[in-house]
């Protein structure tokens, strides 16, 4: 079974950067398709990103392209998501997740998931 963490989330002013890391713990990583959500309270869980699994295709939700960059260590079994230009609609439970199959943007295309981190934007 793949666990995963993530990490590096905080609070930060708009503007400012933050680089989250998902690590997982196993040896396969390589072998998965990954993607990064996020969820704000009272809102559906929201797809981020997409990375394949040698990096060569990554895709991007319109709301972050252009600000967040995704990429990934498969030595390191983890991947990263760097936020730039952070913006308070930004904040969210930012969660990682392995691809299973289907829609990448529909969250129910992923089998594990981490437990997130928070990240929170302030004006």
């Known amino acids: 079974q793949v666990q995963l963490k993530e990490s590096g989330g905080g609070l930060v002013q708009a503007g400012d950067s933050l680089r989250l890391s998902c690590a997982a713990s196993?040896?396969?990583?390589?072998?998965?398709?990954m993607g990064w959500f996020r969820q704000a309270p009272g809102n559906e869980r929201e797809f981020v990103g997409y990375?394949?699994?040698?990096?060569?295709?990554?895709y991007y939700a319109d709301s972050v392209k252009g600000r967040f960059t995704i990429f990934r260590d498969n030595a390191k079994n983890t991947m990263y998501l760097q936020m730039n230009s952070l913006k308070p609609e930004d904040t969210a439970l930012y969660s990682c997740?392995?691809?299973?199959?289907?829609?990448?943007?529909?969250?129910?295309?992923?089998?594990?998931w981490g437990q997130g981190t928070q990240v929170t934007v302030s004006s």
């Open positions: 997740a392995a691809y299973r199959g289907g829609n990448h943007v529909a969250w129910t295309a992923y089998d594990y």
């Open positions: 196993l040896r396969t990583f390589s072998t998965y398709n």
């Open positions: 990375i394949s699994t040698s990096g060569g295709v990554i």
